[in-house]
Nanobody
């Protein structure tokens, strides 16, 4: 079993940047695709970005395309979500999720097997 652990959340002003990290407690993330999701207060959890285990393919929600970058460092068993040009509407709990490798980059939460506890991102305007 893989237990993702997120870090890097915090409070930032609009226009600022944050980088979230996702590691797997005691395990490697290799051979797993990684997805980032977020849930704002009163809203459903939504897809943000995903990356294949080799890092060769990525996918983004339209709302973050051009501002967020997902990447991974398999040598250090870590995935990242670089968030630039943050907006107040990016405020949410951000979750890292993993699923066994596939060539498809899934965007539905139900397609991911293991989830982290989340890290809070707050963007003030």
């Amino acid at each position: 079993q893989v237990q993702p652990v997120e870090s890097g959340g915090g409070t930032v002003q609009a226009g600022g940047s944050l980088r979230l990290s996702c590691t797997a407690a005691g395990r490697t993330l290799n051979h797993y695709n990684v997805g980032w999701f977020r849930q704002a207060p009163g809203k459903e959890r939504e897809f943000v970005a995903a990356i294949t285990w080799g890092g060769g393919r990525t996918n983004y929600a339209d709302s973050v395309k051009g501002r967020f970058t997902i990447s991974r460092d398999n040598a250090n068993y870590t995935a990242y979500l670089q968030m630039d040009s943050l907006k107040s509407e990016d405020t949410a709990i951000y979750y890292c999720a993993v699923r066994y490798y596939s060539t498809t980059l899934h965007t539905a939460a139900g397609d991911y097997l293991y989830w982290g506890q989340g890290t809070s991102v707050s963007v003030s305007s």
